[in-house]
């Protein structure tokens, strides 16, 4: 079955960085385009990061372009979140979700449980 | 970027009941709207994509309609496994896509 367990998370102090990870298993992770969302405790979703099935092709939200770059090892079957400049509202759950497809169709059928990252000085 | 509004906040209902969740954007999203659910603790799950098309294993009481700025979830039954926060998103305008702020479900 589709698994995608999310690690990496943690305190971290303002200004400092953090790397999430997604290892996906259950299926052909190389086939799908891949995501980052993130919920605030007891608030709504916010959709931050895409890459595409083959890595070539990345976008993040405008509110974390220049500091939060995602990347995939599809050799590994992992998915990325490097996370640099990291500000107080940053301070989330982040799931990595996988896309419907390859190209991506921006929606989601499968998500991990999350990590947590809090960032506190 | 596409603002979705949800409502209401809160719906209080008995099993057995009818519930209608309403989702509106703010400009057209044509029919690329999405409802998820997600439960205490848990990640959301699909429920359905392109405003009225049921994902994999969706039980058929639950059915998405409208299209433009419009749209509505309604679950026909509720069911005890149905309480919980339900949530749209738009893909018309990726990749900025947007999540509505949530429908809490809850047992009256």
């Known amino acids: 079955q589709v698994q995608l367990v999310e690690s990496g998370g943690g305190v971290v102090q303002p200004g400092r960085s953090l790397r999430l990870s997604c290892a996906a298993s259950g299926f052909t992770f190389s086939s799908y385009a891949m995501h980052w969302v993130r919920q605030a405790p007891g608030k709504g979703l916010e959709w931050v990061a895409v890459i595409a099935d083959d890595g070539r092709d990345k976008k993040v939200a405008d509110s974390v372009k220049g500091r939060f770059t995602i990347s995939r090892d599809n050799s590994k079957n992992t998915l990325y979140l490097q996370m640099n400049s990291l500000r107080a509202e940053d301070t989330t759950l982040y799931y990595c979700?996988?896309?419907?497809?390859?190209?991506?169709?921006?929606?989601?059928?499968?998500w991990g449980q999350g990590t947590l990252v809090t960032v506190s000085s | 970027e596409i603002v979705l509004t949800q409502s209401p906040a809160i719906l209080s209902l008995s099993p057995g009941e009818r519930a209608t969740l309403s989702c509106r954007a703010s400009?057209?999203?044509?029919?690329?709207l999405v409802w998820y659910q997600q439960k205490p603790g848990q990640a959301p799950r699909l429920l359905i994509y392109?405003?009225?098309n049921r994902a994999t294993g969706i039980p058929a009481r639950f059915s998405g309609s409208g299209s433009g700025t419009d749209f509505t979830l309604t679950i026909s039954s509720l069911e005890p496994e149905d309480f919980a926060v339900y949530y749209c998103q738009q893909r018309s305008n990726w990749p900025k896509i947007t999540f509505g702020q949530g429908t809490r479900l809850e047992i009256k």
């Open positions: 979700a996988r896309d419907v497809s390859a190209p991506a169709n921006y929606y989601f059928d499968y």
């Open positions: 400009q057209s999203v044509s029919r690329y």
């Open positions: 392109d405003a009225s």
